[in-house]
């Protein structure tokens, strides 16, 4: 069964920083393109930032320059460094395969996993 499994959320002021990891398994992990998401309340979840197999980026405006998605391959894991955080970053987040063709154009792969929380104070 294909898992995912998000974790490093929590609570932080404006300007601060979390990283988000995301433990996928192996089947679903290797040669995809791994994708973070979020969801705000009232609002359809969105891709924010995506990292092919070979390492190549790319990220929504709302997040270019403040976050930065990695992966390490060997450990089926996917990262999301964010800094200069903002409350309009206050999500849930999540991580999933993908089949890519544009940030707004994508096909997710796996079932979702529960997110970790994210929520940014003033």
């Known amino acids: 069964q294909v898992q995912l499994v998000e974790s490093g959320g929590g609570s932080v002021q404006a300007g601060g920083s979390l990283r988000l990891s995301c433990a996928a398994s192996g089947s679903i992990f290797n040669g995809n393109s791994m994708g973070w998401f979020r969801q705000a309340p009232g609002k359809q979840r969105e891709l924010v930032a995506r990292i092919s197999s070979g390492g190549t980026t790319n990220y929504v405006d709302s997040v270019k320059d403040r976050f930065t998605i990695s992966r390490d391959n060997a450990k089926n894991t996917v990262y999301l460094q964010m800094t200069s955080l903002k409350p309009e970053d206050t999500a849930v987040y999540y991580c999933?395969?993908?089949?890519?063709?544009?940030?707004?154009?994508?096909?997710?792969?796996?079932?979702w996993g529960q997110g970790t929380q994210v929520t940014v104070s003033s």
């Open positions: 999933n395969a993908l089949i890519y063709y544009s940030l707004s154009r994508y096909s997710g792969l796996g079932s």
